[in-house]
C-alpha cells in the first residue's frame, strides 16, 4: 500500500509545539490511528531511535493505519541520558501523559482520521505511558505496551500503571521478554494478574528467548523471532480492536 509521510505539529496544554511524525496511506480514508510513545532514544538520529520509530510508523502505514510519533522528549529539551546505567532526566510522567492525551485528542481532529478508532503502541519508557493512557484517556480504543514498566521500582514516587487497571476502559496488549533485566518479568506477570480480576480485555505475551527492547531491530538487544511473533500478534490485536 502506498504510504504518505510528514513532520508536523501540535499544541501541549503549556502551548509548548510538539513536533510529530506521521505516516499513513496516501487513500482519503478515513483509517483508525496509532499513537506511537517511543523508548529511551526518542526521535534521535541514532541507531533505535527516529531512524526506527520512522520505519516502525511506516509498516502501520502499510497496514492501513495513520501512525503518530509526537516527538515529547524535543518539545521542551527533555531528553533522557544514561549516566551510570541509571536513566535520568526526561519529562515527568505526568508531563509525558498529558501531552500523549492531547495528541489523541488532536488526532481525533484529523480528517483521515476515524473518529473512535485510536489506539496506543509503546515500548520501555513509552509502553508504561501506554499503560498510564489505557487508565486515564477516555478516548483510546487499545493498548499495547511492549516492556513497559508496570510496577514502579522500589522507593520510586507516584503512582504505578498497575494501580489504574481497575481504571482501564480499553483492551490490553503486553509483550515482554523473560529475561529482562530492565523490568522484572514478575512485574509483568502481576499486571496480567490484576487485568483479569477487573475483567479488562487483554492479551499477554511472553518470549522465553527475549529480553529488554526486542522489538528494536537497529539495538543489539533484537530477537528477530520474539520481534516478528510479537508483531504479528500486535497487528491482529489492532485489528480485533481498531479495524473491526
Known amino acids: 500500500m502506498p504510504i504518505a509521510t510528514e513532520t508536523t505539529t501540535y499544541r501541549a496544554e503549556d502551548g509548548a509545539a ?20 517511543y523508548e529511551f532514544w526518542g526521535m534521535l538520529e541514532v541507531p533505535g531511535g527516529g531512524p526506527h520509530m520512522r ?3 511506516g509498516r502501520f502505514a502499510v497496514a492501513g493505519y495513520v501512525a503518530a510519533v509526537p516527538d515529547y522528549y524535543a518539545a521542551r529539551g527533555q531528553q533522557p541520558t544514561m549516566e551510570g546505567g541509571t536513566i ?7 508531563r509525558a501523559g498529558q501531552d500523549l492525551a492531547l495528541a489523541v485528542d488532536w488526532l481525533q481532529t484529523l480528517p483521515y482520521v476515524k473518529r473512535g478508532r485510536i489506539g496506543v ?3 520501555c519508557g513509552g509502553g508504561r505511558q501506554a499503560l498510564f493512557l489505557a487508565g486515564r484517556s477516555p478516548n483510546i480504543q487499545a493498548a499495547a505496551s511492549f516492556y513497559g514498566r508496570p510496577v514502579n521500582r522500589p522507593g520510586q514516587p507516584g503512582t504505578s500503571p498497575i494501580e489504574l487497571v ?6 490490553v496488549f503486553g509483550a515482554y521478554g523473560e529475561q529482562d533485566r530492565a523490568i522484572p518479568i514478575e512485574t509483568a506477570r502481576q499486571l496480567e494478574v490484576a487485568l483479569k480480576a477487573s475483567g479488562v480485555p487483554h492479551e499477554m505475551h511472553y518470549y522465553a528467548e527475549a529480553g529488554h527492547a526486542f522489538m528494536n531491530d537497529q539495538r543489539p538487544d533484537y530477537v528477530e523471532s520474539a520481534a516478528r511473533e510479537s508483531w504479528r500478534a500486535l497487528l491482529a490485536f489492532l485489528a480485533g480492536t481498531l479495524k473491526n
Open 88 to 94: 535520568k532526566g526526561g519529562p515527568s510522567d505526568e
Open 18 to 37: 510538539v513536533s510529530t511524525y506521521l505516516a499513513r496511506p496516501e487513500e482519503e480514508g478515513p483509517f483508525p490511528a496509532v499513537l506511537m510513545a
Open 55 to 57: 520505519d516502525v510508523a
Open 121 to 123: 503502541v509503546g515500548w
Open 166 to 171: 481497575p481504571d482501564m476502559q480499553c483492551a
